[in-house]
């Protein structure tokens, strides 16, 4: 089974500045892909980036960004030049490409971002 | 567009019951997922519809079970409710795509409480 492992319950990070949030991943599969979902306190979930494990290019999207480390299952957001309405709950989530777990989103525990201002 | 809508929003039961929650995919999805968000138990995936199809089924008792509609849209049942069952019930849309994992687009959710 796929397991995700978000090891930094809460962060914070000053409005203009750097975080990175951590993500760990076990899986047996070689095809797959990985999800950076946003969950602002209004609850609805938002997709910030992918990345499929096929591609050695990190993924970007605009001033988000992802260090995929393949070999070390590692999946890290970096967000940068933060604003207030990056505050939010972020998910680490794992999709396989085909067998049991394809069609299923694993979920890291999740990372409580705080953004001061 | 309008995005994926999920009714009720709250919802309040008490232990034995049963609980039917709906779900609405974003216009030209087929593909309808249902995951469950409770208190210290994170985000967990219980099932994943498709063309009317169950197609995947999470680590979750037969108690809980689903249909998909011609429309697509979703129904999500919980029966011999059970405390342990509050939680926020999630339902994501996606296209249908073959060997590549598809965006799902979540919807608000439904509260539900059992007493």
């Known amino acids: 089974a796929q397991t995700v492992t978000q090891s930094q319950p809460e962060m914070s990070v000053q409005e203009a500045e750097t975080v990175t949030l951590s993500c760990t991943y076990d899986?047996?599969?070689?095809?797959?892909?990985l999800f950076w979902y946003k969950q602002p306190p209004s609850r609805q979930m938002i997709l910030v980036i992918r990345q499929e494990a096929y591609k050695q290019q990190n993924a970007t999207e605009n001033r988000f960004s992802v260090n995929f480390q393949k070999a070390a299952k590692s999946f890290s957001l970096k967000i940068s030049d933060s604003q207030l309405g990056d505050a939010a709950m972020y998910f680490c989530a794992y999709n396989g490409a085909g067998g049991t777990s394809y069609g299923k989103l694993t979920f890291g525990q999740g990372t409580i971002l705080t953004v001061h201002p | 567009e309008a995005g994926v809508t999920q009714s009720p929003t709250h919802l309040i039961k008490t232990r034995g019951q049963q609980a039917t929650l709906r779900c609405s995919p974003i216009s030209g999805h087929t593909s309808v997922y249902w995951y469950q968000q409770a208190l210290g138990l994170g985000l967990q995936f219980l099932l994943w519809?498709?063309?009317?199809?169950?197609?995947n089924r999470g680590n979750f008792p037969p108690r809980f079970s689903g249909r998909q509609f011609p429309n697509y849209s979703s129904e999500l049942n919980v029966n011999a409710l059970e405390l342990e069952d509050s939680a926020l019930y999630l339902c994501?849309?996606?296209?249908?795509?073959?060997?590549?994992?598809?965006?799902?687009?979540f919807g608000p959710g439904t509260r539900l409480t059992v007493l």
């Open positions: 519809y498709d063309e009317g199809e169950e197609r």
């Open positions: 899986t047996s599969e070689s095809d797959y892909y």
């Open positions: 994501a849309s996606s296209y249908r795509t073959s060997g590549r994992a598809p965006e799902q687009f």
